[in-house]
């Protein structure tokens, strides 16, 4: 490939060119000036007044991860994923939020006027605080993401729910842990935390202080409202871009510690396994295009816009490269919105498709310069035995999505 620049500006003129409406496939419609009017209209309920719903004509909805049912004890899916392929923008709205739960289905149904937040431990003053009184306490506001560290990808994906469909994103609202901590007043050597959930089985994890006064939050408010309570209402805590696990919903109790507890949940960590036990504080770099992706359909050639979701665990999304030749060749897709640090960043590429089959693939490029690996890479790092195509451990590998010349878009995963 010779420059990349001038590869990408040959090609976006291209893209203009073809952007016409004929070869977008539209219509032309009489030039009356009338188009009609609405068939029906929807009642005002009370209910519809007091707390709107979507359009009847909008189905979109999570299912059980991986496409597959993995019941609990009582019947029900306790792991669920979000309709990437659906979603606009990078805010999951909270009805789509992916569900992880590591205790079944199980959600606890939290009076907020008896819940409380202790801090305890190797601090100077133990605090208990009520909901209001976190409430009165100064706020932050941000953009971050949650991934499931079980949100890996096989070749049996069909949609990019099913591949993808273990991470979201909101804008969530509370108080900063380091505000709690310094309140309470860390004693020397509380070098951890461990946080825990309400559950009988707790949901609990160890996170180091450095992280813990980094930027974790303790958040009652998510996409403008209550967290809901599959997301851990009254109260869950945010650990920005660690792994799933660590952000402790229906948070009750946390304890300053002098070193790494094993709890129920880092359990996993500290298996003698080497991948398993590397399980990462952090996620990322990654990406995966959403559209267009597996089992979606290309009506034809022609123009294009490629979307997807780029995201890393250690800060900024800097670059987003697409490829449509199966990773021989990349171009810069565009940034859309500004790249909030641990957050789901939205980009774009404009192609336009010769209606050749061909292979789609993104991949992350973040801003201390990691680059998300291509799946034989991760394979390769954790070390699979021959013969198992599987990522092992963390799986943050490029998505290949394969066009057909029908224009049929499968995954493309050996
Ligand atoms: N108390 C508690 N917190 C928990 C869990 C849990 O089962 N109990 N599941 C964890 C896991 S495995 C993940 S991936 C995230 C998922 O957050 P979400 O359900 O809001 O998407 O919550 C974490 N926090
Ligand atoms: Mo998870």
């Given at each position: ?144 993401f949650?991934e499931?560290?079980?949100n890996r990808a ?6 990019v729910?099913?591949t993808h469909?273990?991470t ?73 871009g ?38 990462a504080?952090q996620i990322g770099p990654k990406s995966v295009i959403t ?17 997807g979701l780029a995201w890393s665990g250690q800060g900024r999304v800097a670059r987003v490269e697409v490829s449509?030749?199966g990773g021989?060749?990349w171009f810069d897709a565009?940034i859309?919105?500004?790249a909030?640090?641990m957050?789901h960043t939205a980009f774009?590429f ?9 292979e789609l693939q993104s991949r992350c490029i973040d801003d201390i310069g990691q680059i998300q690996p291509s799946r034989q890479q991760a394979i390769e790092f954790w ?8 990522v092992?451990g963390q799986d943050n590998s490029i998505q290949p999505w ?11 995963i050996?």
């Amino acid at each position: 490939m010779s420059s990349k620049k001038t590869d990408r500006r040959e090609f976006l003129k291209q893209g203009a060119a073809l952007a016409s409406a004929a070869a977008l496939g539209a219509t032309a419609r009489s030039a009356s000036g009338q188009l009609p009017g609405p068939e029906a209209q929807l009642p005002g309920t009370d209910e519809l007044v007091a707390y709107g719903k979507r359009s009847r004509f909008v189905d979109s909805k999570r299912i059980p991860h991986g496409g597959r049912h993995s019941p609990d004890q009582f019947g029900l899916d306790f792991h669920i994923a979000t309709p990437l392929q659906d979603s606009y923008g990078v805010i999951t709205p909270s009805s789509l939020h992916y569900v992880g739960t590591t205790r079944g289905s199980f959600v606890p149904d939290i009076d907020p006027d008896k819940h409380h937040l202790m801090i305890h431990g190797m601090v100077d003053n133990p605090l208990v605080f009520t909901m209001d009184e976190l409430k009165r306490l100064p706020s932050v506001t941000r953009l971050h993401f949650i991934e499931c560290a079980g949100n890996r990808a096989n070749s049996r994906h069909v949609t990019v729910q099913e591949t993808h469909g273990m991470t979201s994103c909101a804008e969530w609202t509370g108080v900063l842990l380091s505000t709690l901590l310094e309140e309470a007043g860390v004693q020397e050597g509380g070098d951890w935390i461990i946080a825990e959930g309400v559950e009988e089985v707790k949901g609990t994890s160890s996170i180091p202080m450095t992280k813990a006064m980094a930027d974790c939050i303790v958040c009652y408010g998510m996409n403008g409202e209550d967290v809901r309570p599959q997301q851990g209402y009254p109260l869950r805590l945010m650990v920005p871009g660690g792994e799933g696990i660590l952000n402790v919903k229906w948070l009750r109790r946390i304890k300053v510690v002098d070193q790494f507890y094993m709890t129920y949940n880092d359990y996993g960590h500290l298996r003698q396994d080497p991948a398993d036990a590397a399980l990462a504080l952090q996620i990322g770099p990654k990406s995966v295009i959403t559209f267009p992706s597996g089992g979606q359909q290309l009506p034809g050639a022609g123009f294009y816009e490629v979307r997807g979701l780029a995201w890393s665990g250690q800060g900024r999304v800097a670059r987003v490269e697409v490829s449509t030749d199966g990773g021989e060749s990349w171009f810069d897709a565009d940034i859309r919105g500004e790249a909030h640090p641990m957050a789901h960043t939205a980009f774009s590429f404009n192609w336009t498709w010769d209606g050749e089959p061909c292979e789609l693939q993104s991949r992350c490029i973040d801003d201390i310069g990691q680059i998300q690996p291509s799946r034989q890479q991760a394979i390769e790092f954790w070390e699979s035995e021959g013969g198992r195509r599987r990522v092992k451990g963390q799986d943050n590998s490029i998505q290949p999505w394969r066009v057909d010349a029908d224009g049929s878009v499968h995954n493309a995963i050996a």
